[in-house]
């Protein structure tokens, strides 16, 4: 079985500085591991997924996520953080032959000025 | 092109009322699902479809039914509703290949109201 924990249902940067999302995951076999955006009455956008290759994974709108397998982490990052950053955030995890995504509570993003 | 469409996009129903959500998707994936997501919380998945055929119920109460009509085609038929259910109502799909391994790409949702 496979859980998602984000720490911190909300996290509020400066436009300009980075962007930190933490995520940790437990699975009883190799992961796959997705960020997804949502921005205000949208649904779900990939911004990137880990599925077993390269470590750093790079992802749309300047994102990107380190896999680390020994602090089970799949934290995401973004050197300089924008306005249009401004939105909810899931980490989710699922595990080959199961259709199920275990998704975390979500991180609030905010961005000021 | 990654585009799943809904429609409606806002439903507004009385408790004794029979709708029906829709789903469409064309880029050849196999695997579609429903998911309900309440406010400020993840998405919880509801019902998956796998090569049209119902592969995964998640205890869902009767009130909603599901339909895969065709593999381009997804729907979620709403009767006898509870405001509880009043929610933003996401579809997915996913290429074929084992489960898991795919990216789901989601629709933009249906926000629904029960009154």
């Known amino acids: 079985a496979q859980s998602v924990t984000q720490l911190g249902s909300h996290v509020s940067v400066s436009e300009g500085t980075p962007v930190l999302l933490r995520c940790n995951y437990s699975s009883s076999v190799p992961p796959y591991l997705f960020w997804y955006v949502q921005y205000p009455n949208q649904g779900l956008q990939l911004l990137l997924k880990y599925t077993s290759a390269a470590t750093l994974v790079k992802g749309i709108n300047g994102f990107e996520a380190e896999f680390k397998k020994s602090e089970t982490s799949f934290h995401l990052t973004k050197p300089s953080a924008h306005m249009s950053d401004a939105a909810e955030y899931f980490c989710?995890?699922?595990?080959?032959?199961?259709?199920?995504?275990?998704f975390g509570a979500g991180t609030t993003v905010t961005v000021r000025a | 092109d990654t585009e799943v469409t809904q429609t409606p996009k806002h439903l507004v129903m009385g408790m004794t009322n029979k709708k029906s959500l829709k789903c469409e998707q064309h880029m050849g994936h196999r695997a579609m699902y429903w998911y309900k997501q309440k406010a400020k919380k993840p998405p919880e998945l509801m019902f998956v479809?796998?090569?049209?055929?119902?592969?995964i119920n998640e205890s869902v109460p009767s009130r909603f039914s599901p339909e895969c009509p065709n593999s381009s085609l997804l729907n979620l038929h709403l009767h006898a509703l509870q405001p509880e259910d009043s929610a933003l109502y996401l579809c997915?799909?996913?290429?074929?290949?084992?489960?898991?391994?795919?990216?789901?790409?989601f629709g933009p949702g249906t926000r629904l109201l029960v009154l």
């Open positions: 989710a995890v699922s595990e080959i032959g199961d259709y199920k995504l275990s």
């Open positions: 997915a799909s996913s290429r074929p290949g084992q489960g898991g391994r795919e990216t789901q790409y």
């Open positions: 479809y796998s090569y049209e055929k119902l592969s």
